[in-house]
């Protein structure tokens, strides 16, 4: 099973700053990599795929890069509605699918 | 639009059973797989089954192969997750969620809670 790593758990950023957060496979997973968004009492919402690719109707804020083990999502510019737990997921080598333990983005 | 909306989830003791059931709307039913993720309390996601289009493959997570069971009704467009012999540790939020054509999961339900608890 391929485990995934995200860092930090928490990231503290203001508003208009730029968020970038890791994820780290424990093998290669090409660029088999998907970010999801969770905000409380919402569903997860899919963000980018296959590493780079944004998902329909997806802000051009959003942004990953990375292939092999190491892997980032960068929000641009942060606006109040990005504050949320961040997510990513391989699907290089599955089942099973797996999942980073997620990335808390706070309002500093 | 896309919808997915579980039900079935409550409270039940170790040993027992649950049927977890997850009712699409919104798109063409029958082209889709769909998996099942779930979350405990405090934890990351966790993978747990999955069902092709047609219902004719079927893959599980380890810890729940000869438990769960994922089943669909592609006439009521509804996707269930059987669960026999529940443990403590099987206690998280489950969701529904559709395998997308370009991204393994491209929609999610909002969830339903699972406890089990003496």
């Known amino acids: 099973e391929i485990v995934m790593t995200q860092s930090p758990a928490t990231l503290s950023v203001s508003p208009g700053e730029r968020a970038t957060l890791s994820c780290r496979a424990s093998?290669?997973?090409?660029?088999?990599l998907a970010w999801y968004q969770k905000k409380p009492g919402q569903t997860p919402r899919l963000l980018i795929y296959?590493?780079?690719s944004r998902a329909t109707g997806i802000p051009a804020r959003f942004s990953g890069s990375g292939s092999g083990t190491e892997f980032t999502l960068t929000i641009s510019s942060l606006q109040s509605e990005d504050f949320a737990v961040y997510f990513c997921q391989q699907y290089n080598n599955w089942p099973p699918l797996t999942f980073g333990q997620g990335t808390k983005v706070e309002i500093k | 639009q896309v919808q997915l909306v579980e039900s079935g989830g409550g409270v039940v003791q170790p040993g027992r059973s649950l049927r977890l059931s997850c009712a699409a709307s919104g798109f063409s039913f029958s082209n889709y797989g769909f998996h099942w993720v779930r979350q405990a309390p405090g934890k990351g996601l966790e993978w747990v089954a999955m069902?092709?289009?047609?219902?004719?493959?079927?893959y599980y997570r380890d810890s729940v192969t000869g438990r769960f069971t994922v089943s669909r009704d592609n006439s009521n467009n509804t996707v269930y997750l059987q669960m026999n012999s529940l443990r403590v540790e099987d206690t998280a939020v489950y969701y529904c969620a559709r395998r997308g054509g370009m991204a393994p999961i491209d929609y999610w339900g909002q969830g339903t809670l699972v406890t089990v608890s003496s």
């Open positions: 296959a590493a780079s």
């Open positions: 069902i092709w289009y047609d219902g004719s493959n079927k």
């Open positions: 093998q290669t997973v090409s660029t088999n």
